[in-house]
């Protein structure tokens, strides 16, 4: 799979992007630093040197609501990373819809994006930032959201970003390879089986509206399900507090 190094670059989802037309396969995108780095909503993603800033770009086959279902194989893969690199499967998890958190803390999210027409994709790009050295200070995210921490200053180690995308790269290819021959179902239960506060009552709020209930399980369409009060209520995108 091709790979590409960058000392800097305003966004490698951005630059990943740029790639889609003459690309034959799969390809990395990996930078030392990015300037015009972003999360989820156009929110800005602090940037500093050492963690790991990178973007797969692929042409994946299937309607839009089945491609954007490879966010779960990247949480799979980052969370597998995460557990081959530290030896420490009970330090991490998933929480819904995209973040691997470290102790309970936000050490790493994913952002999709891609372009098409007619439900269909042309191109699709999974960002994704890891804190591997440094995370920014609780005044820098959203109140209430989830403290961030590094892997550093989690486990102590110290892992350099090609190292980290060693480990990365290979994983998402087992994930791919499981969702196209398999579906969504294996990484469902997988998925499920590292899930951050199953059975636990969290907050899910989209846009002016709030949901309180017990996160139950995610569907077949990646939908969030709570419990509330005993009526069972499928959320297809939130923001959710614990």
């Not at 990373?81 to 050490?107: E, H, R």
């Not at 994913?110 to 890891?130: K, N, T, W, Y």
């Not at 939908?223 to 009060?229: D, F, G, H, K, R």
């Amino acid at each position: 799979m091709a790979r590409h190094a960058l000392p800097a670059v305003d966004s490698t989802n951005a630059f990943a992007a740029s790639l889609a037309p003459g690309l034959s396969g799969p390809a990395w995108v990996i930078a030392g630093e990015q300037t015009a780095g972003r999360g989820r909503r156009g929110r800005p993603w602090s940037s500093p040197r050492g963690n790991f800033y990178g973007s797969l770009v692929m042409k994946p086959a299937g309607p839009a609501d089945q491609v954007a279902l490879r966010s779960f194989a990247a949480a799979l893969a980052l969370y597998d990373a995460c557990v081959n690199l530290t030896g420490l499967p009970q330090a991490f998890a998933l929480k819904w819809p995209n973040d691997v958190l470290c102790n309970g803390g936000k050490l790493a999210g994913i952002l999709l994006e891609s372009a098409g027409q007619g439900g269909q994709v042309s191109h699709l790009v999974i960002g994704i930032g890891v804190n591997l050295i440094a995370a920014p200070t609780p005044e820098q995210v959203e109140p209430g959201a989830v403290a961030p921490v590094s892997l550093l200053g989690e486990t102590g180690l110290r892992i350099p970003p090609e190292t980290f995308l060693d480990h990365l790269a290979p994983a998402f290819a087992a994930w791919e390879a499981t969702f196209t021959t398999e579906g969504f179902a294996p990484l469902r239960a997988a998925w499920l089986s590292r899930a951050a506060r199953l059975g636990e009552k969290i907050r899910a709020r989209t846009g002016t509206t709030t949901r309180d209930g017990i996160f139950e399980t995610i569907d077949s369409t990646g939908a969030l399900v709570l419990n509330m009060s005993g009526t069972r209520v499928a959320i297809p995108a939130a923001e959710v507090f614990f």
